[in-house]
């Protein structure tokens, strides 16, 4: 994988941001753009051309354009300006699956392929856009602005449940639990491999040094997070495990990177190399089932099953449980009915 070190200049760190990339040995020809695409977080094949355009992007200290094909060994240069910070939400009509609701909070069972919340290239159609309509007004904490009663998140392409905050209140003890760690967060994870047994992962979990996208897991502190992840197994199937992971601290894609750390990658997450056949046979018949598989749930094969938290006002636990959605459900039909070759 190249090597990219992505950071702010200091003395304007909210105009723009500064990448630098040197481009792998073994990286066959491919696009500039493409090559950029994936290898920078939130930056659209349009963002690109517009740095590529302004003359923004350098290989090997010289201006290109956007057809240029990345060669081995580039060295890469990028200047991009600042995402536009738009904290205003705009509320939209759309349809939120609520299944639990009182005067200070609502727990909400999220689909897979919602944004939680409005972001570069996602200011509409995210839960919040969603929240923004169906609630005349939600409370935002300091340095949480256009997140309106959030106090947590999952993935776009994990499915499951969301803490949504009514009043300021709510929010600030409801951020504290979060803080604490003393919210009970269970999501189901079908994973690559055979595990033998229970356990748990733990590390410093920040930013990948090669592809910004991802998260990588480090032993050193100044990289990352704390982060601890419990897992039990629940079914074997083979080639794959359906797991259930228990969050005592909750980073950005942890279960994501910790089953990757382990070598047990979310089976289907195309960021973490779960979306290719990494255990099983050579036949054919195996590769078009596990494809089959992966068009059913073409995401991550993640799940929020559980959460569990002391409401603020009552000072009672309270616990919510959503079922797997259809598409986790149909693969782990098809799991379950393989049978694997003597």
């Not at 200049?9 to 630098?20: A, G, I, K, P, S």
């Not at 690109?48 to 201006?63: C, E, M, R, S």
């Not at 100044?222 to 797991?243: A, D, I, N, P, Q």
């Not at 603020?312 to 049978?339: C, G, H, Q």
């Amino acid at each position: 994988m190249e090597n990219i070190n992505a950071g702010l200049e200091v003395e304007d760190q909210d105009l723009y941001e500064h990448f630098n990339i040197v481009v792998d040995k073994g990286q066959s020809l491919l696009r500039i753009d493409k090559f950029l695409m994936h290898r920078i977080e939130n930056a659209s094949r349009s963002r690109i051309q517009n740095a590529i355009d302004a003359g923004n992007v350098l290989v090997n200290q010289k201006t290109i354009k956007a057809s240029y094909k990345v060669k081995p060994a580039d060295e890469i240069s990028i200047v991009f300006p600042h995402p536009p910070r738009d904290t205003e939400v705009y509320p939209e009509d759309l349809p939120i699956d609520i299944i639990y609701e009182d005067k200070d909070l609502l727990v909400v069972n999220k689909e897979a392929g919602m944004v939680v919340h409005p972001g570069y290239n996602n200011y509409t159609g995210t839960l919040v856009n969603a929240l923004a309509f169906h609630f005349d007004q939600l409370p935002q904490l300091p340095g949480n602005e256009g997140r309106p009663g959030l106090v947590h998140r999952i993935d776009k392409d994990t499915s499951g449940l969301l803490l949504i905050s009514k009043n300021e209140m709510t929010m600030t003890k409801l951020a504290k639990q979060f803080y604490d760690h003393t919210i009970t967060r269970k999501y189901l994870a079908l994973v690559w491999g055979d595990i033998e047994e229970d356990g748990s992962v733990s590390g410093f979990i920040g930013r990948s040094a090669k592809n910004r996208i991802i998260m990588d897991i480090y032993e050193e502190e100044e990289k990352g997070k704390w982060s601890v992840t419990h897992f039990k197994v629940l079914e074997r199937l083979g080639y794959v495990t359906l797991v259930s992971c228990q969050l005592e601290t909750g980073r950005t894609h942890q279960i994501r990177a910790h089953m990757q750390h382990i070598g047990h990658p979310l089976f289907s997450d195309t960021n973490y190399g779960g979306d290719k056949i990494l255990k099983g046979t050579t036949f054919n018949k195996y590769k078009q089932f596990v494809n089959n598989c992966f068009q059913i749930m073409p995401r991550q094969a993640l799940h929020a099953q559980t959460i569990g938290f002391i409401h603020p006002s009552t000072k009672e636990y309270m616990e919510f449980e959503a079922a797997l959605p259809a598409d986790f459900e149909a693969v782990l039909d098809k799991w379950r009915n393989y049978i694997i070759p003597s």
